[in-house]
């Protein structure tokens, strides 16, 4: 399969008087996993629809493989998409599933037994040709509509939560196997999810959005460390928020909170963002060798496995997070008892509201 590159300029979409999608701007490299994330209602799923024709038409452009599409009917754009529910046909085998698509298009016999063939030794369930859907599990019922989507040979793959069905460890095991066939076929494919995990562990690059707008796009660890607003730091992972001000190069903040600025900040209103895991606690009065140190008080604790989450009071109120790896026959700290919260100043991304 070729691999096609995805271009989208100033995309607006409506239902009604709602606006969904508020001028995208977006370039999906050819061969790229690409991940769209955000709540529900942020437009990701409506973006992907978008680009498979399905829904309102759109004000703006959709090119694939330089070839604007954005007004063309869904039959006429040549890409596949893998639904939420897979959509297979009940009254059908799992082969007649996968060769609906090209005999839709008219292919000779022969022809769809091959392409039919291979579709389903890729996605290794060419034993179960003769089965019908109802005979199927979860991960098998997905890897059919994975099939009957590759067999057409579309020039994207577009996959709208395909996972979101699945238990826990077969969604570990199908987002590897998905990651797999696609670095196998080098086709550009796009992933919508609301999981964190999933588009981190798949994904080349991801757009984070949030209520019709791309708030940013990048590797997912560049989004995770270098987040571009306090939205897209509170939705990928935990993250501490202390609202204050930028002066004199550093940042300070009610109750005489006050921590270096590492990278190069205008003075003025502020919030310092940082991780839990980037906070390391102290015994209170313990010499941290000139490190940022602020004063805290436990006020709880969460024992999380491979973590223990701590919940501290900072002078003023401000309440933060800080994660310590447990150890077995470790001390789990007290309620109320007092510690020092040490935090790298490289670690801390100061942000405007």
């Given at each position: 399969m070729a691999s096609q590159p995805i271009l989208i300029e100033n995309l607006h979409l409506s239902f009604g008087d709602t606006h969904v999608l508020k001028g995208i701007d977006l370039t999906i490299e050819a061969g790229e996993f690409f991940a769209f994330l955000g709540p529900s209602g942020s437009g990701k799923s409506t973006l992907l629809r978008a680009i498979a024709g399905f829904g309102?038409?759109?004000?703006?452009?959709?090119?694939?493989?330089?070839?604007d599409v954005a007004h063309m009917p869904p039959w006429e754009r040549n890409v596949g998409m893998v639904f939420q529910n897979y959509a297979l046909w009940p009254h059908m085998t799992v082969a007649r599933n996968v060769a609906f698509g090209l005999k839709e298009r008219?292919?000779?016999?022969?022809?769809?037994?091959?392409?039919?063939?291979?579709?389903?030794?890729?996605v290794g369930l060419a034993h179960l040709a003769e089965r019908r859907p109802s005979q199927l599990s979860g991960?098998?019922?997905?890897?059919?509509?994975?099939?009957?989507?590759?067999?057409?040979?579309?020039?994207?793959?577009?996959?709208?939560?395909?996972?979101?069905?699945?238990?826990?460890?077969?969604?570990?095991?199908?987002?590897r196997e998905l990651l797999r066939l696609q670095r196998q076929l080098g086709i550009t494919t796009i992933f919508?999810?609301?999981?964190?995990?999933?588009?981190?562990?798949?994904?080349?690059?991801?757009?984070?959005?949030?209520?019709?707008v791309i708030q940013q796009v990048g590797t997912p660890m560049e989004l995770y460390d270098q987040p571009a607003n306090l939205f897209v730091a509170g939705f990928l992972g935990s993250a501490n928020?202390?609202?204050?001000?930028?002066?004199?190069?550093?940042f300070t903040?009610?109750?005489?909170?006050?921590?270096?600025?590492?990278?190069?900040?205008?003075?003025?209103?502020?919030?310092?963002?940082?991780?839990?895991?980037?906070?390391?606690?102290?015994?209170?009065?313990?010499?941290?060798?000139?490190?940022?140190?602020?004063?805290?008080v436990i006020a709880h604790s969460e024992f999380l496995g491979a973590l223990i989450r701590y919940t501290?009071?900072?002078?003023?109120?401000?309440?933060?997070?800080?994660?310590?790896?447990?150890?077995?026959?470790?001390?789990?700290?007290?309620?109320?008892?007092?510690v020092q919260a040490?935090?790298?100043?490289?670690q801390v991304r100061i942000l405007r509201a």
């Open positions: 309102p038409e759109p004000e703006g452009r959709i090119l694939i493989g330089g070839e008219r292919l000779p016999r022969d022809e769809i037994a091959r392409r039919v063939e291979q579709a389903l030794d890729l991960g098998q019922q997905q890897r059919v509509a994975l099939a009957r989507t590759l067999v057409i040979e579309p020039r994207v793959l577009l996959l709208d939560e395909p996972l979101s069905n699945l238990d826990a460890n077969l969604r570990v095991q199908m987002r919508v999810t609301h999981d964190q995990e999933e588009a981190n562990t798949t994904a080349d690059r991801m757009a984070v959005l949030d209520a019709g928020r202390i609202e204050g001000q930028v002066e004199n190069g550093a903040a009610e109750g005489g909170i006050r921590l270096p600025v590492a990278q190069d900040s205008a003075a003025g209103p502020a919030w310092a963002v940082f991780r839990p895991q980037n906070v390391r606690l102290s015994d209170a009065g313990h010499d941290t060798g000139g490190a940022a140190t602020l004063p805290a501290l009071t900072l002078p003023g109120g401000t309440e933060i997070l800080a994660d310590e790896p447990h150890h077995s026959g470790q001390r789990v700290r007290g309620q109320d008892e007092r040490v935090i790298d100043p490289a």
